[in-house]
């Protein structure tokens, strides 16, 4: 086993347009209600801001909106090219809790037998339409135990940001000599955003997440762990905006956001933001591969 914690040696990986698909490139600037965010004559305004951020669509789990808004470092092994060597190496594959399915998509040829589930129904049906023309099936699961598939049926299972793993589950789909690769949000994801809206969080929820338990868990449930690394990365909210668009669509962040319950601090952060320029935060991400024995 490879253990790579806080692996961010060499130079740090480059800033890009926050989270903006599967490829992972740099995009211009988004047209939203016929002008550029960066259109000096759009007026910038906190109500304008929120307002616009609060009524754009949050489905699927593409974030090029946040185009021009805000940027965040990438890891630095390069999650989808990874899983593309992987996927090439088998001949059936299952993507665990696949959003809209743009990561699977784009990493290129699937294999004959591909499947993935999602739990949230406009995820379901964008990931069909993504997913169905390039020969995987997608399934309709409500991310509990048991995963709708019999023993020992993939040579692959993956998972991007997996909300929860069920590592007996994995391990159970999982064929002899099969692979479990996923890349995880890692503990204290963003906190900084977190904590301005819910104040000092206690210890053990600022541990969650931990690429340890992880290991853990993988373990026990008979899988050998050959890869563990783990890094914290920038990320910079421009406008609030931003911060709206993201705490809708990444709901677990801030349980039961809305922009009328937190107004105030809203309007705080905003004016924060004027004067003082992004708020910085640090994402916690941590890749992990764990092999079935056979």
Known sequence: MVIHPNASHGPPPTLVDCRRGPAGRVGNPVDHSGASWEDPDMT???????????????????????DGRATEQRPS???QKLLGERLAAVGSALDVQTGGGEVLAGAGPLPRLTAATESWPPNVAKATRLLHPLGAV???????????????????????H????????????????????????????VFELVEFFLGPQPPQVRRARHPEDALAGATAAGLEVVDLRSERLRTEFHDIGAVVYFLRKVIWM????????????????????ESEGPFVAHTARFLIEARKSG
């Open 254 to 273: 801030v349980p039961g956001f809305t922009v009328g319950h937190y107004r105030d601090r809203l309007r705080e952060l905003h004016e924060r933001i």
């Open 77 to 79: 092994w390069g999650y």
């Open 44 to 66: 910038r305004t906190f109500d304008h801001l929120v307002a616009e951020a609060d009524s754009v669509s949050v489905e699927g789990w593409d974030f090029s909106w946040l």
């Open 138 to 160: 997608v399934v309709a699961d409500a991310d509990e135990p048991p995963l709708p598939f019999g023993d020992e049926a993939f040579e692959l299972v993956s998972s991007r």
């Open 162 to 189: 997996p909300v929860t793993v069920w590592w007996d589950e994995i391990a159970r789909v999982l064929a002899p000599g099969g692979t479990y690769f996923s890349q995880q949000v890692g503990p204290a994801s």
